[in-house]
């Protein structure tokens, strides 16, 4: 530890700027933790008025990853892919993310394993929004290791599955993502930590933002 | 007579860029070093040059200049890429075709003898440029006496010489700008009174590397080369094969794999007594109720380590299965000569290892089948559905650093559209928006919306050919 108010050299140089003390739906908060993100759903609050929103929040980690020089992927369990033209949007350079199609949660749990233990990519996102996740405790284990130490965002996109997590306690942080309109037609992107090892506490987090063509 | 000729395919990273964006021929474009405020431009197109852009400026300096620039990155692999399909191209006119180590675009071909097939060299020269052209590259060549003679000719677009001599007192002459060497390295000897290239190649031979870098060491090399050289032509890819008939057909998984490894250590023995690596294999399974299994295997790397081969192998066969015993059992292999680069005595560790994911890549294929790594490819089509491809990715490209920007709601497309069975329970939110394209295909016109259904926004159509109802995916 070095002596209080003295900051080593290494932390100047850092890629990652610092979190701030201000909690964040962002790849420099989330970065080297294994995260859940869930679909509204039946989550208490919710109108109507709320839809879904997880691919639209994955999206922005990938933008602010690629920000930072970090590749990211993509790994698909069978569930369909997110409109490309949409990921450009949003600033995505779509030639830097790689898409991995697979069919079934468990080849998406081997195909995550060894995207993440390779060290190559700050960012993997596992698309279980059509699937059951079937990663056993002593694997996400693994992964909680791996992406702490090859400094790697692990962000699961889970279909809504009522209160509990669908993978278990051992996620770093598990959100509700969602979107709502009002009525001069703009969109805001709306994520809620239900729970944040990192922080001890629940905290919301909301962008405003627009809708695809024709929508806003 | 040696004759070697150059292809100069002009400016090829740029018109890779234009060929990719073909919207861009009429506006200002260059080719960058790195999407960011302190890359260099290394290529500018006309407009650009006539709007005030020149080579070597930040391009947060040429962005100043003129703000409509449309700036770009070409990666090394899209530029090998690109050089690849060249050469095989040009192979179907000569059997000798060299890159050029230090101008992606030139390309040296072995002219000798040919003008008895076409008629004449010129002949010959105008048929391999109306090829080029068809893969759309415009290019020039020239055919001359030497190496650098014909590279310095088809940079100014001179189609050939009278003579040896003539060739040497027109190279003599010519202006050190046609020479690929690096902006501040031509700044600076115009500064040192070096305008030609006859005054470059007078320099003293012992300060240019050290002077002014390895690019320009190894042109001036060229320049001042005594012997004309033959083309050196890469060689063609070796295809090995091997085959085995067992004495009684295999069912098990076990003496199958057995077998194929065995021929697979007789390929590896092979390719390494010629010094060569394996690019790729494909297995050919032939069984015993006339089905034939065909699998294709390739590492991220060509490679003669016999490790990474099994491993792939047996991953793949861990999924694979055969409708009936195998009779008989064939590899073919691709070898491939593998340029081993210089170890660096002070080597920068990236922060992000691209041959560890390329490893990962083709372990996956391996294992899950060979076009499950892939990438988005943009088109311009107008159905929702024709909008993006997805092209087999082997290396992990690294991504533009790009701010993102506002939040726009993101959706997502199904495989297959979904019919309607019914339109009880949504509330419409937008639409129609109309969507025709391809009429020569009497392609039907479709009104696409989005309507709301419980917490979920969907994305549907009309398809108005079969007055069917569709849900082409959602919003997320």
Not at chain 1, 138 to 161: H, K, T
Not at chain 2, 431 to 438: A, E, I, T
Request: aromatic share 6%.
């Amino acid at each position: 530890m070095p002596p209080r108010g003295v900051r080593r050299a290494t932390a100047l140089t850092s890629d990652h700027s610092p979190a701030s003390d201000r909690p964040s739906w962002s790849f420099d908060e989330l970065c080297g933790r294994i995260c859940e993100v869930r679909p509204v759903g039946a989550a208490p609050g919710a109108s109507d008025a709320h839809a879904s929103a997880v691919l639209t929040a994955a999206v922005r980690l990938i933008a602010q990853s690629q920000s930072r020089g970090e590749p990211a992927a993509w790994i698909s369990a069978g569930s369909p892919l997110f409109f490309p033209p949409d990921a450009a949007a949003n600033g995505i350079d779509l030639d830097g993310v790689v898409v991995i199609r697979l069919t079934d949660g468990q080849s998406a749990a081997v195909a995550t394993d060894q995207l993440v233990r390779c060290g190559a990519f700050g960012l993997v996102v596992v698309d279980f929004t059509t699937v059951t996740p079937s990663i056993p405790d002593g694997i996400l284990g693994r992964l909680a290791g791996l992406a702490r130490s090859n400094a790697v965002l692990v962000l699961f996109l889970c279909a809504s599955g009522g209160d509990y997590s669908a993978l278990g306690s051992l996620v770093s942080l598990r959100a509700l993502a969602r979107s709502r309109s009002d009525d001069e037609g703009k969109f805001f992107l709306e994520i809620t930590a239900e729970k944040d090892k990192k922080r001890g506490h629940s905290w919301s987090w909301a962008e405003v933002g627009h809708g695809p063509p024709g929508l806003s | 007579m040696v004759h070697p000729a150059c292809l100069d395919v002009v400016r090829l990273p740029l018109q890779i860029v234009l060929n990719r964006n073909p919207e861009w021929k009429e506006r200002p474009v260059a080719v960058v070093s790195e999407d960011a405020p302190l890359g260099t431009v290394l290529f500018i197109n006309r407009v650009a040059e006539q709007a005030g852009v020149q080579r070597g400026l930040r391009y947060a300096a040429a962005l100043s200049i003129c703000p409509e620039l449309h700036g770009s990155v070409v990666g090394d692999t899209e530029i090998q890429n690109a050089i690849d399909s060249l050469v095989s191209l040009l192979q179907r006119f000569t059997p000798h075709v060299e890159e050029c180590a230090f101008d992606p675009g030139a390309l040296w071909l072995d002219a000798h003898g040919l003008d008895a097939l076409y008629g004449s060299v010129s002949e010959w020269a105008l048929a391999v440029r109306a090829a080029v052209r068809g893969q759309g590259y415009f290019s020039r060549i020239c055919v001359g006496y030497s190496r650098f003679g014909s590279y310095a000719g088809a940079k100014r677009a001179v189609r050939g010489f009278q003579s040896s001599a003539d060739e040497r007192r027109w190279v003599r002459g010519a202006p050190i700008s046609l020479l690929p060497l690096p902006p501040e390295v031509e700044q600076r000897l115009q500064q040192l009174g070096t305008t030609t290239v006859g005054e470059f190649c007078a320099l003293p031979r012992e300060g240019i590397r050290s002077r002014f870098g390895m690019q320009t060491d190894a042109v001036y090399r060229l320049a001042t080369e005594p012997e004309v050289l033959p083309v050196q032509g890469a060689d063609a890819p070796a295809v090995l094969r091997a085959q085995m008939v067992p004495d009684s057909p295999l069912s098990s998984t076990t003496t199958l794999l057995s077998a194929i490894e065995g021929l697979l250590l007789d390929l590896l023995s092979q390719t390494v007594s010629a010094a060569q690596h394996m690019r790729r294999i494909e297995l050919e399974l032939d069984c015993e109720n006339g089905s034939c299994l065909r699998e294709a295997l390739q590492p991220a790397t060509p490679s003669r380590d016999a490790a990474v081969w099994l491993r792939l192998l047996r991953l793949r066969f861990e999924s694979l299965h055969t409708p009936a015993s195998v009779q008989r059992i064939t590899l073919h292999a691709e070898a491939a000569t593998v340029k081993q680069p210089q170890s660096e005595l002070f080597s920068t560790a990236p922060r992000r290892d691209r041959a560890a994911a390329a490893r990962v890549f083709a372990l996956l294929r391996a294992r899950f089948g060979n076009d499950v790594v892939c990438r988005m490819v943009l088109q311009s089509e107008h159905r929702p559905d024709r909008r993006f491809v997805l092209m087999p990715l082997d290396q992990l490209p690294l991504p533009a650093r790009i701010r993102p920007a506002e939040i726009q709601l993101v959706r997502r497309i199904l495989d297959q559209p979904v019919e309607l069975a019914s339109r009880r329970g949504l509330r419409p939110a937008a639409g129609p928006f109309v969507v025709s394209g391809k009429w020569w295909e009497q392609e039907a016109e479709r009104h696409y919306y989005y309507a709301w259904r419980g917490r979920q926004i969907l994305w549907i159509y009309h398809d108005c050919g079969t007055n069917r109802w569709f849900i082409q995916g959602g919003v997320e």
